[in-house]
């Protein structure tokens, strides 16, 4: 793993950002794997800016996300269809059915994990994937003691992720309990991935990350079997390393 370290968050963001539009010019018709929670919105903001001054175009790009959770409209502001609309679709010219998100509301759910690995393995993979990574080390939402050779499945949520991500929730108990994810060996068969760590709070994680075994209690230290991973980690992210 390739740790690149920036004095703050928005190096951080600029930094990844110029790597991805570099790839994305390189490779027009690019399959970029998207994350959501806090630490990518710099990212994105980045591709925007990049979109509007320089054009960079996402008209042959397909994205896939992680992760989607249960039982939650994709209308609702709670979604990540919703998040990743406000934050990036809405903002580059990507056609909106070229952006892929499991369906939390199928009506099936274990038969749209399947329909969705498939769907990724037919469009030919993702070549780049972005991630954060929890204060527990789960990625997607694969959380501590997910078998490193999942595929796309539901998870139950671990508590201290329900609490972590109840700020974009009027309450805890709106916290959905349960996600639909990409699994671990979803997220390995990307051919590229980067990795963004940001703030204090991760500062433990990363340091397991870096320091400690490949075990499936830290789902992160999966990352250390792929042979193309780059971390962007800033200042405060990196205190303990
Ligand atoms: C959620 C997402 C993860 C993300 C994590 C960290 O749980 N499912 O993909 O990495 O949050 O989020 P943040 O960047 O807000 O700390």
Known sequence: MKLISTSNYEKL??????????????????NLGLATGSTPTGLYQEL???????????????????????????????SYHYFMCEHLFEHIDIPLDQTHIPD???KDLDEECSRYEQFINEHGGIDLQILGI????????????TPFDSRTHIIDLAESTRKANSRFFESLDDVPKQAITMGIASIMD????FLLVSGASKAKAL?????G??????????????GNVTIFADKDATALL
């Open 13 to 30: 963001s600029q930094q990844a950002g110029e790597e991805i539009i570099s790839r994305i010019k390189r490779n027009p018709t690019l």
């Open 207 to 211: 340091a397991t990350l870096m320091n």
């Open 48 to 78: 925007i800016k990049d979109h509007k001054q320089h054009k960079t175009s996402y008209k042959e790009i397909n994205t896939f996300n992680l992760d989607e959770y249960i039982g939650i409209s994709k209308k609702d502001r709670n």
């Open 190 to 193: 990307s051919k590229e991935i």
């Open 213 to 226: 075994d490949v075990r499936e209690d830290f789902p992160a230290s999966a990352l250390k079997n792929h």
């Open 134 to 145: 929890g204060q527990n080390g789960h990625i997607g939402f694969n959380e501590p003691g």
């Open 104 to 106: 939390g509301t199928a």
